[in-house]
């Protein structure tokens, strides 16, 4: 793979970054995960609305031009010849001393970036759905900033893994808060219901194009936090990000939802995300 580092493509042996960098010392960095599907960004534009929004919670500076990202993108795609996968990019408060408090001077932020081919319009999952657990949200309370910070969705992932699931629910106060890596919904007499946006959850570019896409379709999207116990008797469940789009869910904790089969709201919205991405 040729991935890009500070300004250059290199064969990814080559990429390398400071033991310094505040990325790996202190998690002070934010990334996006943007799809590619025939060679092409999906909801491009509202990743890096986001990773405008994120520098600016964190008091980051870009990197570099907008333009300049969009040439790495649209380099690394070519470059590596990518038709379906995912294009990762990173951005860190850049090396310095180590020093809790923001490094003083000019510090120039690490960006780099890479791509991961994968199968994401058949992926088999989408077919069969797939399985969640639920697990305590251990995370912080920005969890609106898509920082690097990511062990305890780590950890919850593996715990899914563990127990023979693909995605953990984290939950708070007894309400799912998201996916490890993933927004969370649930369909309940035609209705589909998913967390409200605040500083609680990540706003998904997946949820965004979702709730538009639907919308057009007339099918309601009530935003509120639901329970566990909700989701258990819901009649559909399903989660949304860049890497998986709409993905059905079939059971909760072990329990089946809908019968254990991808139900008609969810396979629709499927339907409608992919018809508009390829
Ligand atoms: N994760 N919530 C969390 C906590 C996430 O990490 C993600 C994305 C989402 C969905 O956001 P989007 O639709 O913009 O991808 C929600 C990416 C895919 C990742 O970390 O790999």
New binding site residues.
């Given amino acids: 793979r040729t991935v890009f580092v500070n300004g250059e493509y290199l064969p990814e042996s080559e990429g390398k970054i400071s033991i310094f960098d505040r990325g790996f010392l202190f998690a002070d960095g934010v ?1 996006e ?1 943007s799809a590619v599907i025939n060679g092409k960004l999906v ?1 491009y534009a509202a ?1 890096m609305e ?1 990773l405008g929004r994120s520098l600016k919670e964190l008091r980051m500076a870009w990197p570099c031009t907008r333009d300049e990202l969009d040439v790495m993108h649209a380099e690394l795609i070519k470059r590596n010849a990518l038709t379906e996968g995912i294009i990762y990019m990173q951005v860190t408060r850049g090396a310095a001393d180590r020093t809790f408090n923001f490094p003083k001077g000019e510090v120039t932020p690490t960006l780099i970036a890479f791509t991961q081919a994968m199968s994401l319009v058949s992926n088999p999952n989408a077919v069969t759905g797939i399985k969640v657990i639920t697990t305590p949200d251990l995370r912080w309370a920005r ?1 609106d900033i ?1 920082t690097v910070m ?1 062990l305890a ?1 780590a950890l919850g992932k593996q715990e899914a893994y563990e127990k023979g699931a693909q995605e953990a629910w984290m939950v708070e106060d007894g309400f799912v808060t ?6 969370a919904y649930i369909v309940k007499d035609g209705k589909v219901i998913t967390r409200h946006l605040s500083n609680e ?2 706003a ?4 965004r194009a979702l709730m538009r896409l639907a919308k057009e379709e007339g099918v309601e999207i009530i935003e509120r936090k639901f329970t566990v116990e909700e989701a258990l008797a819901a009649d559909e469940a399903f989660l ?4 998986q789009f709409v993905m059905p869910i079939v059971e909760i904790d072990g329990k089946r939802i809908g019968g254990g089969q991808p139900g008609p709201v969810v396979r629709k919205l499927r339907e409608l995300f992919l018809k508009e991405a390829t």
């Fill in positions: 990334y995960v909801d990743h986001r969890r898509k990511l969705p998201e996916g490890t890596s993933s927004n959850i990540l998904g570019c997946t949820r949304t990000s860049a890497s």
